[in-house]
């Protein structure tokens, strides 16, 4: 089965790559040539306690003072970041005269980057912004360094950032927040702990998995996302286990970087949108909040398109030879059921926190922020509800 007859190729697309991306074991070791290619005289560096206290940055600022580049620190951004952290890290960017940024960490640290850059090149607060499209102007040149593989931040169009007093995750989505370079250096990932291995592998998948499956999927995006589906599917199991080994690190970050360019060319599907509240409602990683839905909305969707979940099933490492179509699909849900348990992750919302009474207002939160129409099947509220939520609730 080969990808490039899903499509016809007379039916026209766009396809956007605004980030440079740079790869490869110690490509760190030249950010000061590379802020001073972008001419930033004085960045605000945007991170967390986790990094500073892994000694991670270190050598960054090491090569900033070494070469005589004046930088402010920000290192206050939390795992789901919120406005008023984003607020923060934005008064100490202008009060101390900066003119770029470098976000050094995971999602949540790129993403509070991208809102500071939001702040600091507009006078309206964050929640005008939310939807697509709605920048008026560039924020100031972000270099990305991420330290985890599964979010894709650092080459996105999106940041995600949660509201406390209405317990809401804003998410804005222009290309003007795509960071002008990413830096990959796989050695990064090492101090990463088991757990948070775990969940951006998951991310990372079912991203690839909603974009390859999505209706405004093109041949461009299903050969970024099946290769991603493969990485994972061969390297995810071995990188949990072992953050610091090089090769299967590599293979994540860039399965976590393909299916990125490929996802925000091509959308994304209802779990992407279902974790959003759950996120903010029981303050947990994105990736976790997938790794329960996902093989249930996968089940859903199967009877959309059988065809793409058996290639998904094949590219996961599942033997399809001999079985129907719709078998060969059902062992894509049920290889994603075994790698979610493999990798340590919770399958249940019961594990993850989420109390019965509050499913309705979980789905209607989801439903309301669906913004794409990358699901492979049409979804209602209900679907969102029963089809979701309550099946993934305890099983």
């Known amino acids: 089965m080969e990808t490039q007859f899903f499509h016809d190729l007379k039916k026209s697309f766009s396809f956007s790559v605004p980030t440079q991306i740079i790869f490869g074991v110690g ?24 990094i500073i206290n892994s000694g991670l940055l270190k050598e960054i600022i090491s090569r ?7 930088y ?7 795992i789901n970041p919120s406005v008023q952290t984003v607020v923060k890290g934005a008064n100490k960017y202008q009060t101390g005269f900066c003119d770029g940024l470098i976000a050094m960490g995971g999602g949540s640290v790129i993403d509070a980057a991208k809102a500071i850059g939001i702040l600091v090149t ?22 990305a360094v991420p330290t985890t593989a599964g979010t894709g931040a650092e080459v996105s169009f999106e940041a995600v950032i949660i509201d406390k007093i ?17 830096l990959l250096d796989p050695v990064l990932l090492g101090t990463l702990p088991e757990r948070i291995a775990a969940a951006t592998g998951i991310d990372t998948l079912t991203r690839a998995i909603e974009g390859f499956v999505s209706k405004e999927a093109t041949l461009i995006t299903d050969l970024l996302n099946i290769e991603a589906i493969r990485l994972v599917g ?48 029981l303050n947990i990683h994105h990736g976790i909040a997938c790794g329960v839905m996902l093989p249930h909305i996968m089940q859903w969707n199967l009877i959309a398109n059988p065809d793409k979940y058996a290639l998904i099933a094949e590219k996961l490492g599942e033997d399809v030879n001999g079985h129907s179509v719709m078998d060969k699909a059902s062992k894509a849900v049920s290889s994603v059921q075994k790698l979610v348990l493999d990798v340590g992750l919770p399958t249940t919302l019961t594990e993850i926190g989420l109390k019965y009474d509050i499913i309705e207002k979980m789905a209607n ?3 309301n922020s669906l913004d794409s129409n990358g699901n492979p099947r049409r979804t209602s509220l209900e679907d969102i509800s029963d089809k979701g939520l309550k099946v993934s609730f305890r099983v």
């Open 27 to 50: 490509c760190t070791t030249n950010i000061h040539e590379l802020v001073k290619k972008m001419n930033i005289k004085k960045p605000l560096v945007v991170t967390d306690p986790g």
């Open 64 to 70: 900033l003072e070494n070469n005589k580049i004046l």
């Open 72 to 78: 402010e620190l920000f290192d206050q951004v939390e």
């Open 122 to 143: 507009h006078s309206q607060p964050l929640n005008e912004f939310e939807g697509k499209d709605l920048l008026k102007y560039d924020i100031p040149p972000l270099l």
């Open 166 to 182: 209405l317990n809401y995750k804003l998410t804005i989505n222009s290309i003007k927040l795509a960071p002008k370079i990413a």
């Open 234 to 281: 061969s390297s995810l199991r071995q990188f949990v286990a072992d953050p610091s080994n090089i090769d299967f690190g590599a293979k994540m970050q860039l399965a976590c970087v393909l299916t990125t360019i490929g996802s925000i060319n091509s959308g994304n599907g209802n779990v992407s949108f279902m974790a959003k509240p759950l996120e903010s409602y």
């Open 365 to 367: 939160d989801a439903f």
